[in-house]
């Protein structure tokens, strides 16, 4: 069972797709089946990839931990997605953008553009966040959704404020809750010390001088420390699945999840599809649609997000199933991410070949 999907993470390591692959799949209940192919870099004698190896989530950060703090805020009414984003952040000024409220940065439908260097220009957190308030809007509020990293590192900044603490250290208890499965997942904004022998690594980065290994690739997530609202997470695929779980439990409101992560309820709220014209987007989540990188056989409930890389989650609620794919795609350097799109596709739709139809 599942030697497709084996065969596909191995043969996108033969060409050079990546060099790590790891996979898992399973339902509420526990783990199904997970494999890993390649080792951690191209060089002779790398330590092989397995269920241990430590990967930069990238942007998957969005949706496990931002959207998932935002959900226990709101859960705790501590935040309303219909505030203004200038009632957390009196710097976000202006008649353009003073409508502009947390559910549209979780909808990446705010107005922001979709990235900046703002690395180059600013040398702290502080300074990023006076130049996201202050950056042109590239189109009218919800008029359109741009998939924004601005939009998120603000909602980051928005989370701080009404959380009382920083985001790393927020999410450090809600691991401590249960909100990612264990109170000691793998799951955290920066590597580890101790992690670093089984880290993935990302890029050979010319501008830091030395190779990540631990350290986030993102440089705008660099430039706040490590730990912004749209990057700065590492996790092992076996994390990433115990909070997939975490996901499915409490949309169904059938485990202890829906205390440790949020409301059935309030899951559900974030699910809901945006109402924003052609927007494939619910708060923080991408939806299923016919071009998305779960492939074409998740169910029309199915909802994910990728990271740049090489990572990607995808949740069929319909079906209860997850899948985790983690790569380090972008070692040694980023290239194309055509080919991870296709595998992307390609795994998940092997999975769903493979995969019985659900008791529940």
């Known amino acids: 069972m599942f030697d497709p999907v084996r065969d596909l993470i191995a043969r996108a390591v033969e060409s050079r797709v990546c060099p790590a692959a790891c996979v898992e799949t399973g339902s509420r209940v526990g783990a199904v089946w997970r494999a890993s192919a390649g080792a951690l870099t191209y060089e002779p004698g790398a330590a092989r990839a397995d269920d241990g190896t ?57 107005g922001l553009p979709a990235w900046a260097p703002l690395h180059q220009t600013c040398a702290d957190r502080t300074e990023v966040l006076r130049a996201i308030a202050g950056w042109p809007l590239a189109y009218r509020p919800r008029r359109a959704s741009v998939y924004s990293d601005l939009g998120f590192m603000l909602l980051g900044f928005v989370l701080e404020a009404a959380g009382g603490a920083t985001l790393p250290d927020q999410w450090r208890a809600a691991v401590a809750r249960g909100a990612a499965g264990t109170p000691d997942a793998d799951l955290t904004f920066g590597a580890r010390p101790e992690w670093l022998p089984r880290v993935a690594p990302a890029r050979a980065d010319s501008r830091r001088g030395y190779l990540l290994r631990g350290d986030v690739d993102d440089d705008n997530a660099w430039t706040f420390g490590g730990g912004a609202g749209h990057a700065g997470l590492f996790g092992t695929v076996t994390a990433v699945g115990a909070f997939a779980r975490t996901v499915l439990g409490a949309r169904a409101g059938v485990t202890s999840a829906e205390t440790a992560l949020a409301s059935r309820d309030t899951v559900r709220v974030f699910l809901s599809p945006s109402a924003v014209p052609a927007s494939s987007r619910a708060c923080g989540w991408d939806l299923m649609r016919p071009t998305s990188s779960c492939g074409s056989r998740m169910s029309p409930a199915a909802f994910g997000h990728t990271g740049f890389t090489g990572t990607s989650l995808w949740i069929d609620p319909e079906r209860d199933l997850y899948v985790v794919l983690l790569t380090n795609r972008v070692h040694p350097t980023a290239g194309s991410s055509d080919p991870i799109q296709a595998l992307r596709r390609a795994v998940h739709d092997a999975v769903l070949d493979e995969t019985p139809p659900t008791d529940y």
């Open 54 to 110: 430590v990967f930069d989530l990238a942007s998957l950060t969005k949706v496990i931990a931002t959207t998932s703090l935002t959900m226990r805020l709101v859960g705790t009414a501590r935040l309303d997605l219909s505030a203004p984003v200038r009632e957390w952040i009196p710097e976000w000024r202006g008649d353009d953008r003073a409508g502009v409220t947390v559910r549209d940065l979780l909808e990446h439908c705010s």
